[in-house]
């Protein structure tokens, strides 16, 4: 620090600031965790200098060796920890992961076929004629994908994303009974929709995914499986899902994301089968320009720690960690839904304490609980104010955090928003986003969790 203060002081201040802030504060976002300091040091150094563009071996600028090193690498662990024939480590993030994944699958799946079909072997070799029609049949593509307010995120072919844009896309949800996956309903809209992509994968559903009935789906109706397990690919790692709930072996393309309960640097991956592998090593230059070279030697870092025994430890604690917390929410009358959790997420409804997830999230933080307001299914408040709060194990889990300690964080919680109120507008209207917190109580929730 003394080194960047010398050229940017402000940039040290807010380095200090941020390490004292999590310090003082319950990291409870579910999409959050603390990398090792192995993971954080390999992604400050010369790599980061470095331009590699292309693939191990076949790279567009000489001296590329050290980085062939690490990409191979990273890729041969996850291949190994995920069970995967294939992995591309470049993606700078999830939504580039996913962006890659799109376009690989549209160029394995509409681009060959039509090149084929007009007797080219290359974009550059067709028609007009033909060029007007590929064009044609890659922009009139289909995904199906798990709605956002049931738990799916933004790149699963939303509007505000690219995905929204590139693809016609149509939502499958929750039961609205239990809040749990219907694939009944899966399949009929698969069969009445027919998408060329059955996406599965969330940023907020507290269940687990069946993702050999996914694939029997996409199958009966030629779908290509694409799963997200940005969230939950630490309990892949870690063994906590298995058989049918681990999507490697049953999706086509699985992509990631590695920050989250992966414990890696910030980036994606995506792992496919054979026949995709191709297309996907051409995200760069289809999507992706040089890679992060000292990002893809950290992911090689934080895969290594992945294959550890202790990481299987580390992930069971997750979802057990997480069980605690929801059945201490439950017991002291928080709506948890779905009624409790088989991943790293509790979604509470706040909507019983008279407040917003919004009000929720804001006296939470006052209190030193740093949480992010979710929608909950069919919310009445929509994605802005919402009724829900999402919690996450992952990051408290890393800190050593057990189940009893996750049972008084959960009184924590509950102390909060019991003492929360909405008040008014200036204007005197009711307000979705004002609110008081009882005194004493920030300072009180903030001592207690310093003691955890
Ligand atoms: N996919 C899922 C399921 C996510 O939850 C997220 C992020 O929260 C992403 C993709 C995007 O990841 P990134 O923020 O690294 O682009």
Same mark, same amino acid.
């Given at each position: 620090l003394?080194?960047?203060g010398a050229? @940017?002081?402000?940039?040290?201040?807010?380095?200090?600031?941020?390490?004292?802030d999590?310090?003082a504060?319950?990291?409870?976002?579910a999409s959050?965790?603390?990398?090792?300091?192995?993971?954080?040091?390999t992604?400050?150094?010369? #790599?980061s200098?470095k331009?590699? @563009?292309?693939?191990?071996?076949?790279? #567009?600028?000489?001296g590329?060796?050290?980085?062939?090193t690490?990409?191979?690498?990273a890729?041969?662990?996850?291949?190994?920890l995920f069970g995967?024939?294939?992995? !591309?480590?470049?993606p700078?993030?999830g939504i580039d992961?996913?962006l890659?994944?799109f376009?690989?699958?549209?160029?394995?799946?509409i681009?060959?076929?039509?090149?084929?079909e007009a007797?080219?072997?290359h974009?550059n070799?067709l028609?007009?004629?033909?060029?007007a029609n590929l064009?044609?049949?890659l922009?009139?593509?289909? %995904?199906? /994908?798990m709605s956002?307010?049931?738990g799916?995120h933004?790149t699963? *072919?939303?509007?505000?994303?690219i995905?929204?844009?590139?693809f016609?896309?149509?939502?499958?949800?929750t039961?609205?009974?239990?809040?749990?996956?219907?694939y009944?309903e899966?399949?009929?809209?698969?069969r009445?929709?027919?998408p060329?992509?059955?996406?599965a994968?969330?940023?907020?559903?507290?269940r687990?995914?069946?993702?050999a009935k996914?694939?029997?789906?996409?199958? @009966?109706?030629?779908a290509?499986? %694409?799963?997200?397990m940005a969230h939950f690919a630490?309990?892949?790692?870690?063994k906590v #899902?298995?058989d049918? #709930?681990?999507p490697?072996?049953h999706a086509?393309?699985t992509?990631t994301?590695?920050?989250k309960?992966l414990r890696?640097?910030?980036?994606?991956?995506?792992?496919?089968?054979? @026949?995709y592998?191709?297309?996907?090593?051409r995200?760069?230059? %289809?999507v992706l /320009? *040089?890679?992060?070279?000292h990002v893809?030697?950290a992911k090689?870092?934080?895969?290594?720690e992945?294959k550890?025994p202790?990481?299987?430890?580390?992930a069971?604690n997750?979802?057990?960690?997480?069980?605690?917390?929801?059945?201490g929410?439950m017991k002291? *009358?928080?709506?948890v839904?779905?009624?409790?959790t088989?991943?790293?997420?509790?979604?509470?409804d706040?909507?019983s304490?008279?407040i917003t997830?919004?009000?929720?999230?804001?006296?939470?933080?006052d209190? *030193?609980?740093?949480t992010?307001?979710?929608?909950?299914?069919?919310d009445?408040n929509?994605?802005w104010?919402?009724s829900g709060?999402?919690i996450g194990?992952?990051?408290?889990?890393s800190?050593?955090?057990?189940?009893?300690?996750?049972?008084r964080v959960a009184e924590?919680?509950v102390d909060?928003?019991?003492?929360t109120?909405?008040?008014?507008?200036?204007?005197?209207?009711?307000?979705?986003?004002? !609110?008081?917190?009882?005194d004493?109580?920030?300072g009180?929730t903030?001592?207690?969790?310093?003691?955890l």
């Amino acid at each position: 620090l003394e080194v960047i203060g010398a050229v @940017e002081p402000t940039v040290a201040g807010a380095i200090r600031s941020e390490l004292a802030d999590q310090r003082a504060s319950l990291k409870l976002i579910a999409s959050e965790n603390y990398a090792s300091p192995a993971v954080l040091l390999t992604m400050g150094n010369w #790599f980061s200098d470095k331009y590699a @563009e292309g693939t191990v071996g076949h790279r #567009f600028y000489a001296g590329c060796q050290n980085v062939d090193t690490v990409e191979k690498l990273a890729a041969d662990h996850a291949k190994e920890l995920f069970g995967a024939p294939h992995a !591309y480590v470049q993606p700078h993030s999830g939504i580039d992961a996913n962006l890659v994944a799109f376009w690989a699958i549209l160029a394995q799946r509409i681009e060959s076929p039509a090149l084929a079909e007009a007797g080219a072997k290359h974009v550059n070799d067709l028609s007009d004629q033909d060029w007007a029609n590929l064009r044609k049949a890659l922009g009139d593509q289909k %995904m199906l /994908g798990m709605s956002l307010d049931a738990g799916g995120h933004l790149t699963h *072919g939303f509007r505000p994303n690219i995905s929204g844009k590139m693809f016609h896309q149509t939502s499958y949800g929750t039961d609205p009974e239990t809040g749990l996956l219907d694939y009944d309903e899966v399949a009929r809209l698969a069969r009445e929709f027919k998408p060329l992509i059955l996406m599965a994968g969330y940023s907020a559903y507290p269940r687990k995914v069946n993702f050999a009935k996914m694939r029997e789906i996409a199958d @009966e109706v030629g779908a290509t499986l %694409m799963v997200d397990m940005a969230h939950f690919a630490g309990l892949v790692a870690g063994k906590v #899902f298995t058989d049918d #709930f681990n999507p490697v072996p049953h999706a086509h393309v699985t992509t990631t994301t590695t920050h989250k309960s992966l414990r890696g640097p910030r980036g994606g991956m995506v792992l496919c089968q054979p @026949e995709y592998a191709d297309a996907v090593d051409r995200g760069c230059p %289809m999507v992706l /320009g *040089g890679p992060l070279s000292h990002v893809m030697a950290a992911k090689a870092v934080a895969l290594a720690e992945a294959k550890l025994p202790s990481f299987q430890t580390y992930a069971g604690n997750v979802a057990d960690n997480a069980v605690s917390l929801a059945e201490g929410l439950m017991k002291r *009358g928080t709506k948890v839904v779905t009624d409790g959790t088989e991943n790293h997420i509790v979604l509470l409804d706040v909507s019983s304490y008279g407040i917003t997830g919004r009000q929720a999230e804001s006296a939470l933080l006052d209190a *030193g609980i740093v949480t992010n307001r979710n929608a909950v299914p069919r919310d009445p408040n929509g994605a802005w104010y919402t009724s829900g709060v999402r919690i996450g194990t992952p990051a408290l889990t890393s800190r050593g955090f057990g189940a009893d300690d996750f049972d008084r964080v959960a009184e924590l919680i509950v102390d909060v928003l019991s003492a929360t109120t909405p008040t008014n507008t200036a204007a005197g209207a009711p307000s979705k986003a004002k !609110y008081v917190l009882a005194d004493g109580v920030a300072g009180k929730t903030r001592a207690a969790a310093a003691e955890l």
